[in-house]
């Protein structure tokens, strides 16, 4: 059967019209998917914080108290928003510690008789994996806050004393205040009683607690008007 030229001018009109079809709709498909992935990273800065912590030992609550006993670290945290009311923000948070100084840290000293130490500071790492902090206030300036995280830490040598192992957990109790610099950023300064030991997963396990001064950067801001967990 003969196709008239009016039925292949239909036909060629159709075939033009779906491929114009399938290219818009790929087309709006990769736009979306580019904004997206530009929405995602935007709201993931958005949460960032960039943490310094650091101080001395304290005898409140047992554990090592030698002179010279202190901690250092920085700590890159992201913030994600749990419970938001009015007058009450909920963050979860967790992040990464890629510095983890354990200073005067009494550790066995090579070509020495047994029993005799040294100090040195030991370097470690680890990550946070458990965190709240609760903000307080409506106020658009300033914010009281308490928090408290939980992770693990991986030293060069065991602390906080040879007794000791290379791993141990870390938990952190803090509180201050955070205030608004500018449109979007926020710095907070706290203090936070912070415990290292092993947790009873090696023979013995020593532990370590401290006072520690709390310096926080970052964008973390109020999120909408949503009310209950989300």
Same mark, same amino acid.
């Given at each position: 059967?003969?196709?008239?030229?009016?039925? /292949?001018k239909?036909?060629?009109l159709?075939?033009?019209l779906?491929?114009?079809?399938?290219?818009?709709?790929? +087309?709006?498909?990769?736009?979306r998917?580019e904004?997206?992935?530009?929405?995602?990273?935007?709201?993931l800065?958005?949460?960032?914080s960039?943490?310094?912590?650091?101080? +001395?030992a304290?005898?409140l609550f +047992?554990?090592?108290t030698?002179?010279?006993?202190?901690?250092?670290?920085?700590?890159?945290?992201?913030?994600?928003?749990l419970?938001? /009311?009015?007058?009450?923000?909920?963050?979860?948070l967790?992040?990464?510690?890629?510095?983890?100084?354990?200073?005067?840290?009494?550790v066995?000293?090579?070509?020495?008789?047994d029993?005799?130490?040294?100090?040195?500071?030991v370097?470690?790492?680890?990550?946070?994996?458990?965190?709240?902090?609760a903000?307080?206030?409506?106020?658009?300036?300033w914010?009281?806050?308490?928090?408290?995280?939980?992770?693990?830490?991986?030293?060069?040598?065991?602390?906080?004393?040879?007794r000791?192992?290379?791993?141990?957990f870390?938990?952190d109790? +803090?509180?201050?205040?955070a205030?608004?610099?500018?449109?979007?950023n926020?710095?907070?300064?706290?203090v936070?009683?912070?415990?290292?030991?092993?947790?009873?997963?090696?023979?013995?396990?020593?532990?370590?607690n401290?006072?520690?001064i709390?310096?926080?950067?970052g964008?973390?801001?109020?999120?909408?008007?949503?009310?209950?967990p989300?």
């Open positions: 059967m003969k196709r008239g030229p009016g039925l /292949r239909q036909v060629g159709c075939e033009v779906s491929l114009a079809a399938v290219l818009a709709f790929t +087309g709006s498909s990769s736009a998917a904004g997206g992935r530009s929405s995602l990273g935007a709201r800065r958005s949460t960032l960039f943490d310094v912590s650091g101080g +001395g304290t005898s +047992g554990g090592v030698d002179p010279g006993r202190g901690t250092l670290e920085l700590a890159l945290h992201a913030r994600l928003p419970l938001v /009311r009015s007058g009450l923000h909920v963050d979860y967790a992040g990464v510690v890629p510095v983890a100084l354990a200073f005067g840290t009494r066995s000293a090579a070509g020495v008789p029993g005799t130490l040294r100090t040195e500071t370097f470690g790492a680890g990550v946070d994996g458990i965190g709240l902090v903000r307080f206030g409506s106020s658009g300036r914010q009281p806050y308490v928090g408290v995280v939980g992770g693990v830490r991986l030293f060069e040598r065991p602390v906080p004393d040879p000791g192992i290379r791993f141990n870390s938990a109790l +803090g509180a201050g205040v205030f608004r610099v500018g449109p979007a926020q710095v907070a300064v706290g936070t009683l912070h415990h290292l030991s092993n947790g009873g997963v090696g023979s013995a396990n020593p532990s370590f401290g006072f520690d709390t310096v926080s950067v964008r973390w801001r109020e999120r909408g008007s949503r009310r209950g989300s």
